[in-house]
Nanobody, 125 residues
Framework: QVQLVESGGGLVQAGGSLRLSCAAS????????MGWFRQAPGKEREFVAAIKGSGTRTSYADSVKGRFTISGDNAKNTVYLEMNSLKPEDTAVYYCAADAQRFMIRQTPGVYDYWGQGTQVTVSS
């Protein structure tokens, strides 16, 4: 079992950058497929990005492709989401999640087994 704690959210102007961190404990994040999801008020939780445990493969939602980068640091047991060129529509609570199935990247929130508490990202126009 793994525990996940997100940090790094905040308020930023449009065009700015933030880096979110997801610190894993209890087990190495490389044992899972790790994903970032977000949920805006009144909307369903949506896939943002994911990385297979080994880091050899990543996947992004079309809405963030080219602006966001997911990466992992095995020494720190932490997964990051680097967010650049932020837009007001990126405003949401961002969640880190772990999928115990690590052979393929899945984008459906319901299949992920473990979740962090979320961190708020607000982008002002």
């Amino acid at each position: 079992q793994v525990q996940l704690v997100e940090s790094g959210g905040g308020l930023v102007q449009a065009g700015g950058s933030l880096r979110l961190s997801c610190a894993a404990s209890g087990r190495s994040f490389s044992s899972y497929t790790m994903g970032w999801f977000r949920q805006a008020p009144g909307k369903e939780r949506e896939f943002v990005a994911a990385i297979k445990g080994s880091g050899t493969r990543t996947s992004y939602a079309d809405s963030v492709k080219g602006r966001f980068t997911i990466s992992g640091d095995n020494a720190k047991n932490t997964v990051y989401l680097e967010m650049n060129s932020l837009k007001p529509e990126d405003t949401a609570v961002y969640y880190c999640a772990a999928d115990a199935q690590r052979f393929m990247i899945r984008q459906t929130p319901g299949v992920y087994d473990y979740w962090g508490q979320g961190t708020q990202v607000t982008v002002s126009s």
